[in-house]
C-alpha cells in the first residue's frame, strides 16, 4: 500500500477522476464542486495555523479580506485574476503580519477570544464603512478572466481554474509542512518550552504559521469572489467559521488530508440532507457533538485503521513521511 | 571574578507576589566543571534554572554568561547564546521520531529559509543538520532507536534523548534539571558515564539533583540553596559533613 | 444634558442584564474550565419561554419567569452531563460541543416561533416612572434592574457565606486540589452550571418584554458576555460585574452618538486592547508564565 508505484498509480487515477467529473454533474453540482475545491483550500491552510497548536478564530474574516481586496482591486484597476489572486493573498497575509503583534501575546484561550473579536471588528467593519466595502449589500460585479476564447464565467472552465490554482497551493503547503519548517511548526505546537531551550523562536514561528494560513485562505477568497461575482460580509461570518472548524475536527487535524476528508465528506453529506434545508445547522450540531464524544481522532483515524488492515508485514523501517 | 568563569550569578532574587523564591543568590561555575545545585526540596533550585535559561526574568541581580548580562533576554536568544537547559520529568516531543527529536535540536544552526524549504533547494543544510544528528544520536548511544518515537523509549533512553536535543543545539552550558530521578542504580550509572562524557567534549554542567550518589560522583564542586538563600558552597566532602547542611536536609527536604 | 442623564441609566439597567449574563459564563468557565459558546442561546431560550407560555399562552409573567429559570437551567444540567463532563480533560472539545448545542438550540427556536420578524412581548408591567421630569424609565425596565440586581446580590451572598459557596470558589481556584480534599467535582459542576444557566434563562426571561425576540438573539448576548468577561478579569465574578456596568455605559453612549454598530466594534477593540495590556483584566488573577 505504501510502495511508490501504488501511490503514483493512485494519484494519477485521482488526478484524472478530478479532470473528468464534472462532465458527469448536472450545473447545479458543477457549482458545489468549486465551492468544495474552494473550501479544501480554506481547510487546508487553516491546517498550517493549528499546526503550532493555536486555533484561531480569524481565518474566515481572512477570506473575506483576500475576496473583498480581489473584488475592490478587480472595480478599481480592472485587473485580471492573476494579479487580483496573489494581491488577495499578500494584502491578507500583510493584515495577519499586523495582528501578529497584538493576537501573540496571548495564548490558547486568550487568543481564541482575541482572535475571535478582531475578525469581527474587521466583518461589522465592511457593514459599516459603505464606502469602500458596499456595507450589508456588499460588492458586486466582480468577473472572471478572459483567456484566449475560453469563458471562465461557465462553471466546467472554472472548475479547471480552481483546481489548478489549489492543487499548485496545496502542493506548497504540503511541502512546508514536510519541511524543516514543518518540522519546526510541530515542535512549537508539542512543547513550545522544550522548543525554546534549543533556541527556537516560537513567537516567529507562531506568527509565520499564521501568515501563511492566510495568505492561501486569502486566495481562495478570491477565488471565490470571481466566481460568484459579489461579496457580502455575512458569508465569512461565525456561521462559516464554524464550518471550517466542524470540517477540520471532523476529519481530524493530525494528518496533512484530515481536514481534506473532513470538508469532503461533510460537503456531500450536507448536500444529501439538502431537502432538511431548516434543521440543516441542528445537524451539524449534532454531527460535531458526535464527533467529539466518539470520533475525537477525526475521520483521519479511519483511514490509519484500514490502512492498517491492508498493511501484511509489522512495519519494521520508517512511518511514512506525513503527519 | 576569574578567567575560566563561565557563568556568574549575582545577587540574584526572584519574587513571585510575596513570595520570595530566590534572595540574593550569586555563585560562579568554572568552564568545564560539573556543578551541583543542590537543597530541599522548595530550595529554588528550578527556579534558578528558569532564571537562567531565561524563562523567568530575575526581580533584581543579574547574571552574566561569559562576560556578558544575559538578564532578561528571553528563553531561545539565551539557546542561542551557548546555554541550554532539560526539563524535569522528560520532555520529549514524543509524536516525533528520536531522529526527528535531535533534529529539532539542530534547529540553531541550521535555520532555512521558507522559499528553499519549498522547493527542496537547502540540501546542504538539511544534510548538516542530519550528520550533525546521526553525531549527537551516536555520541548518547541512541543511533539505533532512530526511528522509534519518543514515547516508546524506555526511560533511561528518554532521558538520554533529552540530552541529545540539548547536545545538538551545541551548547556551552547545560543546565540539567533532575536527570536521575526515578531510575535504577543501572540506569544510574550509564547516565553518570554519559554526563561525564558531555563534560569531557567541552560543555560545562550544572546538575540539580537530589540522587545523592549521582551528585556525589559526579561533581566537583556544589552550591547548596535552602528557602531560596545560597547555604553552602564547596568540594562534595566539604558538604558531606557540613552541619548546616545537614540540618537543612534533615529538618525541612525529603531526600 | 437630559440625554446624559437618561444614558447613564439606560446604560445602568443595561448594566444589569450584562451583568447576569457575564456572571453566568464566568461561573462556567471559571469552575469548569469550559467556555459555554451556547451561553447567548440560553438566554435566548428563556426569552423564548416567555413569548411562548406568557405571552402566546397567556400564562402570568411571574410564574413563567421562574419557569424560564427551570427550563434553561435543565439544559444546562444535561449539557453538563452529557457534553462537558466526558470532556473534561478536553476544553477545547467542550467548546465544540457547545457549539453544537448552539446549532440545535437555535434550530428549535426556528421551529417553535418560525424565521419570521422578530417578536415582541407586551410588557405585563404598564406605565413609566418619571423623574424629574425628563428622566423616563418604563417600570418593566425598573423591575428588570431590581431583579438583577437581587440574584446578584443573592449570588454574592451564596459565594461568600456558604460552605457550597466555598467548595464552589476551592474548585475554580485549584480542581485538583479540590478533589483531594474531598470536593465532589462532579456535584460541584453541576451547582456550577446550573447557577450559570439559571442566571442566563432569568436575563432571558427579564429581557423579554424589553427586546426583539428570534433565534439570533443570542449571537451579540455571546459576544457582549465574552467583551465584559475579558475586560473584567477572566474568572472573577465581581469583575465582570464592575465590567459590565461600565461596559455597558461606554456601550450606550457610544451607541446614541455613534451608533450600536461602532460601539459594538470599539467594544471589540477594546476587548484586544485589553488583552494585550493586561491579559488578567481588571480583577483577574495574574496568569504568571
Not at chain 3, 71 to 82: A, K, T, Y
Request: include cysteine; proline fraction near 4%.
Amino acid at each position: 500500500m505504501n510502495s511508490k508505484p501504488a501511490r503514483i498509480v493512485l494519484s494519477l487515477l485521482l488526478l484524472v477522476g478530478l479532470l473528468l467529473l464534472p462532465h458527469f454533474l448536472q450545473f447545479h453540482h458543477q457549482d458545489l464542486l468549486i465551492f468544495l475545491t474552494i473550501n479544501v483550500l480554506v481547510v487546508a491552510s487553516y491546517r498550517i495555523v493549528t499546526l503550532t497548536g493555536e486555533w484561531s478564530l480569524i481565518h474566515a474574516v481572512m477570506m473575506g479580506v483576500g475576496g473583498y481586496t480581489a473584488a475592490l482591486v478587480f472595480k478599481q484597476f480592472e485587473l485580471g485574476m492573476w494579479f487580483t489572486l496573489p494581491l488577495a493573498g499578500i494584502v491578507a497575509a500583510a493584515i495577519a503580519a499586523l495582528l501578529c503583534f497584538p493576537l501573540f501575546r496571548m495564548t490558547q484561550f486568550y487568543f481564541l477570544i482575541g482572535s475571535f473579536a478582531a475578525g469581527e471588528a474587521i466583518r461589522l467593519c465592511w457593514i459599516r464603512f459603505v464606502q469602500p466595502f458596499g456595507g450589508t449589500g456588499g460588492l458586486s460585479g466582480v468577473e472572471p478572466p478572459l483567456i484566449g476564447d475560453i469563458d471562465f464565467l461557465e462553471a466546467v472552465p472554472y472548475y479547471y481554474l480552481t483546481l489548478a490554482v489549489v492543487g499548485l497551493c496545496l502542493f506548497i503547503l504540503y511541502r512546508i509542512e514536510n519541511s524543516r519548517i514543518g518540522l519546526i511548526l510541530h515542535s512549537v505546537h508539542w512543547k513550545a518550552p522544550l522548543a525554546e531551550s534549543v533556541g527556537v523562536d516560537t513567537w516567529r514561528y507562531r506568527a509565520l504559521a499564521f501568515i501563511i494560513g492566510s495568505f492561501f485562505v486569502g486566495v481562495a477568497g478570491g477565488l471565490k469572489v470571481h466566481y460568484l461575482g459579489t461579496i457580502t460580509p455575512n458569508q465569512f461570518g461565525v456561521g462559516f467559521m464554524v464550518f471550517i472548524l466542524i470540517w477540520v475536527i471532523v476529519g481530524g487535524y493530525n494528518r496533512f488530508y484530515g481536514p481534506i476528508i473532513g470538508v469532503v465528506v461533510l460537503t456531500l453529506f450536507d448536500e444529501s440532507i439538502r431537502s432538511l434545508e431548516e434543521i440543516r445547522p441542528a445537524i451539524y450540531g449534532a454531527v460535531l457533538i458526535i464527533s467529539i464524544l466518539f470520533l475525537p481522532q477525526g475521520l483521519e483515524s479511519i483511514v490509519g485503521r484500514v490502512k492498517r488492515l491492508f498493511a501484511r508485514k509489522p512495519a519494521g523501517g520508517t512511518p511514512s513521511g506525513d503527519r | 571574578m576569574s578567567d575560566s568563569t563561565i557563568l556568574k550569578v549575582d545577587q540574584v532574587t526572584k519574587r513571585f507576589g510575596g513570595l520570595t523564591a530566590l534572595d540574593k543568590v550569586s555563585f560562579a561555575v568554572e568552564a568545564g566543571e560539573i556543578r551541583g545545585l543542590i537543597g530541599p526540596n522548595g530550595a529554588g533550585k528550578s527556579t534558578m534554572f528558569k532564571n537562567i535559561a531565561g524563562f523567568y526574568t530575575p526581580t533584581s541581580g543579574d547574571i552574566i554568561y561569559q562576560g556578558q548580562s544575559i538578564r532578561g533576554q528571553k528563553p531561545h536568544t539565551i539557546a542561542e547564546l551557548g546555554i541550554v537547559r532539560t526539563f524535569q520529568e522528560t520532555t520529549l516531543f514524543q509524536e516525533l521520531t528520536v531522529f526527528e527529536n535531535v533534529l529539532v535540536g539542530c534547529h540553531k544552526h541550521a535555520r532555512s529559509n521558507l522559499f528553499k524549504a519549498i522547493f527542496k533547494l537547502d540540501r546542504e543544510i538539511e544534510q548538516a543538520a542530519t550528520h550533525k544528528a546521526l553525531e549527537v544520536l551516536e555520541f548518547m548511544g541512541l543511533v539505533e532507536r532512530r526511528d522509534q518515537f519518543a514515547s516508546e523509549l524506555p526511560l533511561g533512553s528518554q532521558r538520554a534523548l533529552a540530552i541529545s536535543i540539548a547536545l545538538a543545539s551545541e551548547p556551552s552550558l547545560l543546565l540539567m534539571d533532575e536527570p536521575f530521578a526515578g531510575m535504577n542504580p543501572e540506569e544510574t550509572n550509564h547516565m553518570m558515564e554519559l554526563t561525564r562524557k558531555v563534560r569531557d567534549s567541552g560543555i560545562t554542567i550544572v546538575l540539580v539533583e537530589h540522587d545523592m550518589k549521582a551528585v556525589m560522583g559526579l561533581c566537583n564542586y556544589l552550591t547548596v540553596l535552602n528557602f531560596g538563600q545560597l547555604l553552602a558552597e564547596g568540594t562534595p566532602d566539604d558538604i558531606r559533613n557540613n552541619d548546616r547542611v545537614i540540618e537543612a536536609y534533615l529538618g525541612g527536604g525529603v531526600h | 444634558m437630559e440625554l446624559v442623564i437618561q444614558s447613564i441609566i439606560n446604560g445602568l439597567i443595561q448594566g444589569g442584564f450584562f451583568a447576569l449574563f457575564a456572571v453566568g459564563l464566568v461561573m462556567i468557565f471559571g469552575v469548569m474550565g469550559v467556555v459555554n459558546f451556547a451561553h447567548g442561546e440560553l438566554v435566548m431560550v428563556g426569552a423564548y419561554t416567555i413569548w411562548l407560555v406568557h405571552a402566546q399562552y397567556g400564562f402570568p409573567y411571574l410564574p413563567t419567569l421562574l419557569l424560564a429559570i427551570v427550563v434553561v437551567m435543565g439544559i444546562g444540567l444535561l449539557m453538563e452531563r452529557f457534553l462537558f463532563r466526558p470532556t473534561r480533560n478536553d476544553p477545547l472539545g467542550g467548546l465544540i460541543c457547545s457549539i453544537g448545542v448552539l446549532f440545535i438550540l437555535q434550530v428549535l427556536a426556528t421551529l417553535i416561533g418560525g424565521d419570521g420578524p422578530s417578536k415582541q412581548v407586551p410588557p405585563p408591567l404598564d406605565g413609566t416612572l418619571v423623574l424629574l421630569e425628563f428622566i423616563r424609565i418604563p417600570y418593566q425596565r425598573l423591575f428588570g434592574l431590581g431583579v438583577s440586581v437581587l440574584a446578584l446580590l443573592t449570588l454574592w451572598y451564596f459565594l461568600t457565606r456558604t460552605r457550597l459557596g466555598w467548595a464552589l470558589r476551592a474548585v475554580a481556584l485549584d480542581r485538583e486540589a479540590a478533589a483531594l480534599q474531598g470536593i465532589n467535582i462532579n456535584v460541584i459542576s453541576f451547582i456550577a452550571i446550573g447557577v450559570g444557566a439559571a442566571l442566563a434563562g432569568l436575563a432571558g426571561g427579564l429581557m423579554a418584554p424589553l427586546t426583539n425576540i428570534n433565534p439570533h438573539m443570542g449571537h451579540n448576548v455571546i459576544i457582549t458576555a465574552f467583551i465584559v468577561t475579558i475586560v473584567g478579569g477572566v474568572g472573577s465574578i465581581s469583575g465582570a460585574v464592575y465590567a459590565a456596568i461600565i461596559y455597558a455605559l461606554f456601550h450606550t453612549f457610544v451607541t446614541v452618538y455613534l451608533g450600536g454598530t461602532v460601539a459594538t466594534i470599539c467594544g471589540l477593540v477594546l476587548m484586544v486592547l485589553v488583552l494585550i495590556v493586561r491579559p488578567s483584566g481588571i480583577m483577574g488573577v495574574r496568569v504568571s508564565e
